[in-house]
């Protein structure tokens, strides 16, 4: 064979092995982001810590954040406020006044967002709202249906988790409190697959950058976004497998309500919503990960919510043997609650909300 035909079909083979590689390379990264047969990736170092705060008590749950400030409202004291900058560093105790006291209040929660504050206690149900200029409030809201989640989507309008009368399933709905006339349902949402409580239990999340209404399941692998006015945009799907809720009731004695008959399956354990990106703590391994990583640390999942793709993953420290039990995204850094102190966690470059999943190949 001539030198000549030898070099000319060298090339050939070069060229054919990157043309396969770089194929084979495309076919991965769609499988990974949009047909995941749950294989987690974990870029390197995507989280890191920059700051620590000692809150003393376990008590403490998220309430908001804004202009950078954090907002932590306190199960044992439901009228109390925790606010810390971004450093954890500067802290401020605020105490709510409430200008109604004749509630039957339980355990009442906040919600902070932008210069507003909102007491709710869906049980009895009663919303309040409030400045945080000078953290006062005035019932709007003292009747309707019960409900169970609440999030505030601008300073009138909240999306709601309300339970049906009689039947007690959960239905997503809106009000607006500048009119509360203006009351929106929408059965179809939550999907039912057995009893339409405890299967369609999850949490509520607003992106103020979409303009978006995302509820996230508890256990099930699915997310519902839609606009303001719930009108369904897309339903998303986490990459583990659990399409169906793991969950067993039992009723209990004289009585029609139900509890647990065992512990249920949680799929997804805490989630935070932060621009177009959806931030998921997983709780169940995908495939070849190890379980000493599983002892170690919790798995945060990260989601595009303009095209539903899966990002990337990167754990979460114990500490001791504490797991993160919430967590918080805002300004590209993740806030943590484990045990009794807050952690602060400088995401990636990766994960800015300026670099996006290509939508293209979604199109094609």
Same mark, same amino acid.
């Given at each position: 064979?001539?030198?000549?035909?030898?070099?000319?079909?060298?090339?050939?083979?070069?060229?054919?092995?990157?043309?396969?590689?770089?194929?084979?390379?495309?076919?991965?990264?769609?499988?990974?982001?949009?047909?995941?047969?749950?294989?987690?990736?974990?870029?390197?170092?995507?989280?890191?810590?920059?700051?620590? !705060?000692?809150?003393?008590?376990?008590?403490?749950?998220?309430?908001?954040?804004?202009?950078?400030?954090?907002?932590?409202?306190?199960?044992?004291?439901?009228?109390?406020?925790?606010?810390?900058?971004?450093?954890?560093?500067?802290?401020?105790?605020?105490?709510?006044?409430?200008?109604?006291?004749?509630?039957?209040?339980?355990?009442?929660?906040?919600?902070?967002?932008?210069?507003?504050?909102?007491?709710?206690?869906?049980?009895?149900?009663?919303?309040?709202?409030?400045? =945080?200029?000078?953290?006062?409030?005035?019932?709007?809201?003292?009747?309707?249906?019960?409900?169970?989640?609440?999030?505030?989507?601008?300073?009138?309008?909240?999306?709601?988790?309300?339970?049906?009368?009689?039947?007690?399933?959960?239905?997503?709905?809106?009000?607006?409190?500048?009119?509360?006339?203006?009351?929106?349902?929408?059965?179809?949402?939550?999907?039912?697959?057995?009893?339409?409580?405890?299967?369609?239990?999850?949490?509520?999340?607003?992106?103020?950058?979409?303009?978006?209404?995302?509820?996230?399941?508890?256990? !099930?692998?699915?997310?519902?976004?839609?606009?303001?006015?719930?009108?369904?945009?897309?339903?998303?799907?986490?990459?583990?497998?659990?399409?169906?809720?793991?969950?067993?009731?039992?009723?209990?004695?004289?009585?029609?309500?139900?509890?647990?008959?065992?512990?249920?399956? =949680?799929?997804?354990?805490?989630?935070?919503?932060?621009?177009?990106?959806?931030?998921?703590?997983?709780?169940?391994?995908?495939?070849?990960?190890?379980?000493?990583?599983?002892?170690?640390?919790? =798995?945060?999942?990260?989601?595009?919510?303009?095209?539903?793709?899966? !990002?990337?993953?990167?754990?979460?420290?114990?500490?001791?043997?504490?797991?993160?039990?919430?967590?918080?995204?805002?300004?590209?850094?993740?806030?943590?609650?484990?045990?009794?102190?807050?952690?602060?966690?400088?995401?990636?470059?990766?994960?800015?909300?300026?670099?996006?999943?290509?939508?293209?190949?979604?199109?094609?």
């Amino acid at each position: 064979m001539k030198l000549r035909s030898k070099i000319i079909i060298l090339v050939i083979c070069t060229v054919f092995g990157l043309g396969s590689m770089i194929l084979f390379f495309s076919l991965s990264e769609h499988m990974i982001h949009y047909q995941n047969k749950f294989i987690r990736r974990f870029p390197q170092h995507v989280a890191q810590e920059i700051h620590q !705060r000692d809150l003393i008590y376990n008590s403490y749950y998220f309430a908001g954040a804004d202009n950078g400030k954090i907002y932590l409202g306190n199960a044992t004291a439901p009228l109390q406020i925790m606010e810390l900058d971004s450093t954890l560093k500067v802290k401020k105790i605020h105490h709510i006044e409430l200008k109604q006291k004749y509630l039957p209040f339980q355990v009442p929660q906040i919600r902070v967002q932008n210069k507003n504050f909102y007491v709710f206690e869906g049980i009895v149900p009663y919303i309040y709202k409030g400045s =945080i200029v000078n953290w006062k409030a005035s019932l709007r809201i003292n009747s309707g249906y019960y409900f169970s989640q609440l999030e505030p989507m601008d300073s009138v309008n909240l999306a709601i988790r309300y339970m049906k009368p009689k039947r007690g399933e959960s239905l997503m709905g809106t009000i607006n409190l500048a009119d509360t006339t203006k009351v929106k349902y929408a059965a179809s949402l939550l999907e039912k697959q057995f009893d339409g409580i405890f299967d369609t239990d999850g949490s509520f999340h607003f992106s103020q950058k979409l303009n978006r209404i995302v509820y996230v399941y508890l256990y !099930r692998n699915q997310y519902i976004v839609t606009d303001p006015n719930l009108n369904l945009i897309y339903r998303g799907n986490t990459i583990d497998t659990v399409s169906i809720a793991h969950v067993k009731l039992a009723s209990l004695k004289n009585s029609t309500m139900k509890t647990f008959a065992e512990p249920p399956l =949680i799929v997804n354990k805490t989630n935070s919503v932060d621009g177009n990106l959806l931030y998921v703590n997983s709780a169940l391994p995908g495939l070849y990960e190890s379980e000493d990583i599983w002892k170690r640390a919790s =798995i945060v999942d990260v989601y595009d919510l303009t095209d539903g793709t899966y !990002r990337s993953s990167f754990p979460i420290y114990n500490i001791g043997e504490k797991k993160l039990r919430s967590m918080l995204v805002s300004s590209n850094c993740l806030y943590a609650l484990i045990g009794e102190k807050i952690i602060c966690y400088k995401l990636r470059e990766h994960l800015k909300q300026n670099n996006p999943v290509d939508n293209k190949e979604k199109s094609k």
